[in-house]
């Protein structure tokens, strides 16, 4: 199993900009999907962006204001969130997915939260 730990987190004036990171340690191979998501406030989980298959994924809602990027020499995954708005407010999931014998293993980290407010 892949251990996920966010760091980054905090708060941030509208139109301002935040760089969130994800250190992954353990069991990293066989991993299919690789991301990060959010929580807000009575709201379900939602897909921020995703590397799928050799391609980046974003959330229509995200698309041209956040970038995602990895680093695997370090096992390191970030996403650059710029002109953030209010609506970004939420905890932010690093998760990984692995397959595991026969199946496939979600792995999360405990999130960050980040607020935008002024």
């Known amino acids: 199993q892949v251990q996920l730990a966010e760091s980054g987190g905090g708060l941030v004036q509208p139109g301002g900009s935040l760089r969130l990171s994800c250190a992954a340690s353990g069991i990293i191979f066989s991993i299919t999907t690789m991301g990060w998501y959010r929580q807000a406030p009575g709201k379900q989980r939602e897909l921020v962006a995703a590397?799928?298959?050799?391609?980046?994924n974003y959330a229509a809602s995200v698309e041209g204001r956040f970038t995602i990027s990895r680093d695997n020499a370090k096992n390191m995954m970030y996403p650059q969130m710029n002109s953030l708005k209010p609506e970004d407010t939420a905890v932010y999931y690093c998760?990984?997915?692995?397959?595991?014998?026969?199946?496939?293993?979600?792995?999360w980290g405990r999130g960050t939260q980040v607020t935008v407010s002024s």
């Open positions: 998760n990984v997915n692995q397959v595991v014998g026969t199946g496939t293993y979600s792995n």
């Open positions: 590397f799928t298959s050799g391609e980046i």
